[in-house]
């Protein structure tokens, strides 16, 4: 936390860093500064545990998962990743959000007993990808948020 702060490094909507879980100080970091200098498309591997709790162990690395992103010009243009179909796992990841959930993570996931029970029934091996049709448009049209290029916008209450 000192470093960030010694680096005059701030994140928007009010983020307070002394609550953040390790998976989400990661993912602010990385959005506020590594993903914005990724000009030419590459691949982002070996993401970190704590950054996608429902997201498959590496078999070489359990402290990495089985996922990837591609990004061009600082926008994520594809994530994919192999789905975690363990129950005991996914319970222990679960229990990991919760306690950060507790310790003020906001953005740390809920547990999600149903999912678990499902899991335990048996699941077979899932994963996938997903490409955000409004991000290619946004690199397309060099729009500087995704706002500039939805066609209907999610509208917050005043």
Excluded at 39 to 64: G, K, Q
Excluded at 127 to 142: E, F, K, P, Q
Aim: with cysteine.
């Amino acid at each position: 936390m000192a470093e960030i702060r010694s680096r005059g490094i701030t994140f928007e909507d009010g983020v307070e860093i002394t609550k953040a879980g390790r998976g989400t100080l990661i993912d602010l970091l990385y959005k506020k500064v590594s993903r914005p200098k990724l000009i030419n498309p590459v691949f982002i591997t070996h993401h970190p545990i704590d950054l996608s709790p429902l997201a498959r162990s590496s078999d070489e690395n359990p402290n990495v998962v089985d996922r990837f992103q591609l990004v061009v010009n600082g926008w994520e243009v594809v994530n994919a990743y192999s789905e975690l179909v363990d129950p005991v796992d996914q319970m222990k990841r679960f229990e990991q959000q919760a306690e950060a959930r507790r310790k003020g993570d906001q953005d740390a996931m809920e547990t999600d007993m149903d999912f678990v029970t499902c899991m335990e029934y048996g699941m077979p091996p899932i994963s996938g990808w997903g490409m955000g049709v409004d991000r290619i448009v946004a690199l397309l049209t060099n729009a500087s948020t995704l706002r500039d290029v939805v066609l209907f916008p999610l509208l917050r209450p005043e």
